[in-house]
């Protein structure tokens, strides 16, 4: 196990966790990389392999103790307001400090114990069943995650892969992470305190940064996993699309963005404040941050602009933009690029943020998408002319924020469901997802579990164990084993001498115990029928 990060070190910071000795490389950025070799990662992946079966014969119930543990250690670090871990993060990200304490804060203080049972229980039904244990002969419903997933980060968004990381050991799968190299620093931290927690996540997670370039390793994990979850561009998706096996379960998270719908009526300061704090949250950098907001009308998109610059300007006390040379020189070829496309343009690069007002005759915000503070006003006639200005952006879209009348919500989010858009809700909770949210379309425990049914078993003991519940003709013994197969009975027949018909051949019909009492009652039944059809029989007879 490489040695645990302490944010007061003045030693660079090792930046993995493994569960077998690493050499390192140093970086520019202060802290060490492991210098990792094929042999190096084969050993990992057996000895997480290895782990894996701790981990799957450790109860759900104890899973989550554990992990409500390590959250609440991480949340209280997160929470506090000298925050090593949130100043060190907010520095590597050049993102605002209040902006990564509210995101992780979220995050963790979500992963308590009983919300994590009760997500099992809604997604699974009994999460019991994600637990070994003997089988029994009744029947039972078995699920179960794989042995190894890989999950592959990416550096533009704080937090990503903490969530899939624990859906990944609630379905008992041991965890290879890949975060990127340009930012390992909260997935690392991550895994070690976890790791730190108890020997079960000691054996079963490992978190190993590697360069871009070392496309070698990440075929080789590829190869050797179960599941793969793979944030990134279309350049990382493609890779890892081509290098991973069938029998592997691949779940891609590719780019994507969020939309908002604002009726006019519902244009108010407080609207704008909402999604100006969605959007300065992370800027562009992740999949649920607000791209373009459609607006009822070119009256309601002119209000709504002014109040959103108004909104901007007051965020950027506390959520201020790190004005770099890079940053500003992005902002302002936006801004020329808009403005050359026909809208008009609102702030500028000394300002770090723009809003971009369209009208209808010039819709091209599609082609100036961007990762800087930026949002795109589109007035609409309707909302639900939306639907169809959207139709070639289908499985692009990862939310909607929505802001108008109840009923309007509900008629709007049925329509933007059929665009593939996976989350729906309040304009200003965009960041801020439940533990329950399907993302793109399937939730990643749903991906990972895969079921087996055990039907009844017949288990047959050492001395035979099966019991006599008919002894008869052999067409007439035939006759009740196939109704009692026709109820999920198995039985058996087997052949003996008749000792009161002097050794005629006799038809035994044999059941497992604990078909028995059921076996019992059907034979019963069956031999009431027989006899009340054989007595109605010799009555016509004798008539």
């Known amino acids: ?22 050499k390192h490389v140093p970086n520019d950025r202060g802290f060490l990389l492991p210098q990792l070799t094929p042999n190096d990662l084969q050993e990992v992946i057996r000895r997480l392999r290895q782990g894996s079966r701790l981990l799957q014969a450790t109860p759900v119930a104890t899973i989550l103790q554990l992990i409500d543990q390590w959250a609440r250690h991480l949340e209280r670090s997160v929470s506090a307001l000298d925050s090593p871990l949130v100043r060190q993060l907010a520095v590597r990200m050049s993102l605002p400090e209040i902006a990564v304490r509210q995101i992780l804060h979220h995050q963790f203080r979500s992963l308590t114990a009983d919300a994590l049972w009760q997500l099992l229980e809604e997604i699974i039904g009994d999460p019991s069943v994600l637990d070994e244990g003997p089988i029994g002969t009744q029947q039972r419903i078995r699920a179960k995650g794989p042995d190894l997933t890989l999950l592959i980060l990416p550096s533009n968004v704080p937090g990503v892969g903490i969530w899939d990381l624990v859906f990944c050991l609630l379905c008992k799968s041991a965890v290879l992470l890949k975060p990127s190299v340009r930012e390992p620093f909260l997935i690392v931290i991550a895994a070690q305190s976890l790791c730190a927690t108890d020997p079960v996540f000691a054996t079963s997670v490992a978190a190993l940064p590697w360069s871009a370039d070392g496309e070698e390793l990440t075929a080789l994990a590829l190869r050797n996993v179960d599941a793969v979850v793979a944030y990134g561009n279309e350049l990382t998706q493609d890779f890892v699309q081509k290098n991973t096996p069938p029998s592997v379960h691949l779940i891609k998270r590719g780019p994507k963005f969020s939309i908002a719908l604002i009726g006019k ?163 200003g909770n965009l960041q801020f997802p439940p533990l329950t949210w399907e993302q793109d379309g399937r939730h990643l425990i749903r991906e990972l579990v895969g079921w087996c049914q055990v039907e009844p078993l017949a288990i047959t003991k050492a001395d035979g164990g099966w019991v006599e519940v008919f002894r008869g003709p052999d067409q007439q013994t035939h006759l009740i084993r196939s109704l009692l197969e026709s109820q999920g ?20 019909l044999l059941v497992p115990p604990f078909a028995t009492g059921e076996a019992w009652s059907l034979v019963q039944e069956e031999f009431a029928e027989m006899t009340g059809r054989q007595e109605e029989m010799g009555k016509a007879e004798a008539t």
């Open 1 to 22: 196990m490489s040695r645990k990060i302490s944010l007061t070190d003045k030693e660079p910071f090792v930046c993995w966790c493994s569960p077998i000795p690493l």
């Open 489 to 508: 009975i198995p039985s058996t027949i087997t052949y003996t001498s008749s000792q009161a018909s002097y050794g005629e051949v006799e038809a035994v």
């Open 265 to 427: 009526s519902a244009v108010s300061p407080i609207t704008a404040s909402l999604l100006a704090r969605d959007l300065v949250l992370l800027d562009q950098r992740g999949c649920l941050s607000p791209a373009v907001c459609f607006i009822e009308g070119a009256d309601g998109a002119e209000r709504l602009s002014l109040l959103l610059t108004d909104a901007l300007r007051s965020f950027n006390n506390d959520y201020p933009v790190a004005l770099t040379v890079s940053y500003r020189s992005a902002v302002g070829q936006l801004r020329l690029s808009a403005l050359a496309a026909g809208a008009r343009v609102l702030g500028s690069p000394a300002d770090g943020w723009l809003v971009i007002v369209w009208n209808e005759t010039t819709p091209f915000w599609s082609d100036l998408l961007t990762t800087v503070r930026a949002l795109h006003i589109v007035p609409v006639q309707r909302l639900e002319d939306v639907i169809e200005l959207l139709k070639g952006f289908k499985g692009k879209i990862q939310a909607a924020a929505l802001a108008t009348e109840f009923e309007h919500a509900q008629r709007l989010a049925i329509a933007l469901a059929h665009l593939g858009i996976s989350r729906i809700c309040s304009v």
